[in-house]
């Protein structure tokens, strides 16, 4: 897989955000053991940590770190893995996004993957840190002021998924639960990457939560024609939990 281009389709609703692991607490699927695919992601990630240990060119350290964000945020979405080791990789990944910002803050990279891992994190924490979630709300702002078309719209995408989910202000940012805002960041994500399955299956649920079924089965449609060659889509976990998605969204 190539992990600056495949991680990110991970931005499902609890993967990102804080209030699931507030509100709903998380369900882990019994362990299997995992698979080739989990073997491979696992020992990419390890080889580009020793590489790093011999990088001298902040450029080349700041792409591997990014990298090794991705792979270990993809590592996360594995359903069979225990809560404490999804836990751990989204610590990973969090390490290497906040040293890869360090390295080049103007850059997309950095921020978008801090977003992603404070999400996890706060997610599979057994207490989650609440300022934590203020730290998330900067992160994807930053990197959404930085390149909003980064990974299929990507910082787009994960401010509505946070703001649709996240708790009410003081707890949350202020823009949570405000639906025109909602609304407007995911019609802007789906006109700059309309081809982006994510985009499609998270604003289908989001519209369903807000009884538009009607809408919602259309994007779910449009989301199942998009998945099979849909490039960001990067594991094929991932992949199976967005047609799972789409199909709980098509029987309603």
Known sequence: MTALAGVTSSLARGALLAALALVAGCHTPPRRPATPEVHGILYEAGKLEQELRGIQEAQDAFDLRCRVAALYLTLVEYPSAPRRERLDN???ALAHADAAILLEPDRVEGHFYRALGLGRVLEFSTVPDLSKIGLLDQAARRARDLDPDFQGAGPLRLLAVFYSQAPSWPIGPEEAGEDDVI?????EALER???????????????VEKHRVSEAAGHARAAQELLATDPLVGSSFERDDLQRRIEAILRL
């Open 90 to 92: 989204a610590r990973r």
């Open 193 to 207: 990457a309309p081809t982006c399955a994510e985009n499609r299956v998270c604003y289908a649920e989001y519209l």
């Open 183 to 187: 609304d407007g960041l995911f019609r």
